[in-house]
């Protein structure tokens, strides 16, 4: 197994650790960022505010342990998601959005953790018109066994297949799972990793460090076991076989395409998000995320 140790964003607070895109891995199947955020705890009036801003070619899933999110986009959507809940935002040509902690929750003080993860769009398919879709908690499949409830956010898995669109083969899955329970971890992907978010878990003996990601040799079956009460998130999908880029909010197999998109940003032609267009994030100098392609 390949283990990448994720970078830790101190956001003031809450902490954001990420492990994809890294140095060792760009891509798990279509995934090319992973985020875990949280948890943590926002004091009364306070919340998340990130400010509108743009993405090209990618589609972004936002599935959160606890807490809620308000989700405005420049397509006119508005939604909030919340604990169990999925939201899908599809790029494509380009789209604008924010994500920002709901009235209410910040009137009485809130808790917040989550996974956000970006997929890349196939070729022949990262310039489709923008889409969103939300998922209600209730509409997400569940298998259940001996002390472990997996809950199948996208693709097919134990028998089960979630409703999300897939642009390209996709699985992803939350993984509760109770002491000494166990689970396998089939292996028709292509490509697959675990991240253990919570507590502390191992596959086929070998101790998995939570927050970190492993990457799991390709066609291989393997035993997910909790050495405590613990959240397991499974990913991964087909291979791609033309590298993406990655700079900022922008996902490409086109360099040429993501400095269009910068262009585009800095001169003001991307949509605006009816509700939130009085803010907007600004186009870093350097930018936190990027690859290495």
């Known amino acids: ?24 891995r760009t891509m798990v199947g279509p995934f090319i960022f992973v985020d875990q955020f949280g948890p943590a705890h926002f004091d009364i009036g306070r919340g998340m505010d990130v400010r509108p801003h743009p993405h090209i070619n990618l589609a972004t899933v936002t599935y959160l342990f606890e ?12 939604a909030t998601i919340r604990s169990g809940a999925l939201n ?15 009235q209410a929750e910040r009137a009485a003080g809130s808790p917040i953790s989550g ?28 298998v259940e066994g001996d002390g472990v409830t997996a809950t199948i956010i996208m693709g097919s ?13 996709t699985i992803y899955a939350d993984i509760a799972m109770q002491a000494g329970a166990t689970l396998p971890i089939d292996a028709e992907a292509d490509e697959r990793a675990v991240l253990v978010a919570m507590g502390n878990a191992n596959l086929d003996g070998q101790d998995l460090e939570t927050h970190s990601l492993y990457v799991l040799q390709p066609g291989e079956p393997m035993m997910l076991r909790a050495d405590s009460d613990a959240r397991v998130m499974l990913l991964g999908g087909e291979a791609f076989k033309t590298p993406r880029h990655v ?24 949509p605006k998000v009816p509700g939130d267009d009085k803010e907007f994030i600004p186009i870093p100098e350097v930018p936190l995320t990027r690859s290495e392609t």
């Open 115 to 142: 996974m956000q993860t970006w997929l890349a769009l196939p070729d022949g398919q990262e310039e489709i018109d923008p889409a969103f879709e939300h998922i209600a908690a209730d509409f997400l499949p569940k």
């Open 88 to 102: 899908l935002m599809t790029a494509g040509k380009g789209i604008v959005h924010s994500e920002r902690t709901p």
């Open 1 to 24: 197994m390949l283990k990448i140790t994720p970078t830790s964003h101190d956001l003031g607070m809450f902490e954001v650790r990420r492990t994809l895109p890294s140095k060792p």
């Open 247 to 270: 700079w900022w909010n922008f996902v490409s197999s086109s360099r040429d395409r993501i400095n269009q998109a910068k262009a585009d940003w800095k001169a003001d032609r991307f």
């Open 67 to 78: 807490g809620a999110i308000d989700h405005r986009d420049s397509l006119g959507t508005y």
């Open 157 to 169: 898995l134990w028998g089960q297949t979630a409703p999300t669109t897939q642009h390209a083969a």
